[in-house]
């Protein structure tokens, strides 16, 4: 029971804790600063995209020399060290890859709008820029 009610505890200050800080500042304060931030995120900022792409780079690279080993050696695969960064590379490539996609975003509807903006209708960007 004394474990539920200090769940209950550090579930309530979490969720709490970040009113008592936002209470401190009006809306209109937040939206200013927030508006007025053109510093980049801090992923865009120390290119956390491009360092998982390398890393699953890296990954497929050690598979496919693996690979090449279990055929040229026609050893079997429990004999080789299991290497534990081929488990995450999946992941680490489709995270990195979600990631530099969000990154060309922007410049590609940029792109758009210089090629076919009197083209297109308005709605058509707009849809882009909320979706």
């Known amino acids: 029971m004394r474990y539920a009610a ?5 579930f309530l200050a979490a969720m709490l804790l ?17 508006s007025s ?24 690279y050690t598979y496919r020399i693996r690979r090449q080993t279990l055929f040229a050696t026609q050893a079997i695969a ?9 488990f995450g ?9 979600a990631l530099f996609a969000l990154r060309l975003f922007p410049p590609a509807l940029r792109l758009l709008h210089r090629v076919a903006g009197s083209r297109l209708p308005a709605p058509f960007f707009a849809a882009l820029i909320h979706a």
Do not use: M, Q
């Open 89 to 97: 590379i999946s992941v680490t490539f489709i995270l990195g890859s």
């Open 18 to 34: 970040p009113v008592v800080f936002a209470l401190k500042s009006s809306i209109v304060e937040h939206k200013r600063i927030v």
């Open 6 to 10: 200090f769940g209950t505890l550090v």
């Open 37 to 60: 931030s053109t510093r980049p995120t801090g992923w865009k900022r120390y290119y956390v995209d491009v360092l998982l792409l390398l890393i699953s780079g890296y990954g497929i």
């Open 78 to 86: 429990a004999e080789l060290p299991v290497d534990p960064l081929l």
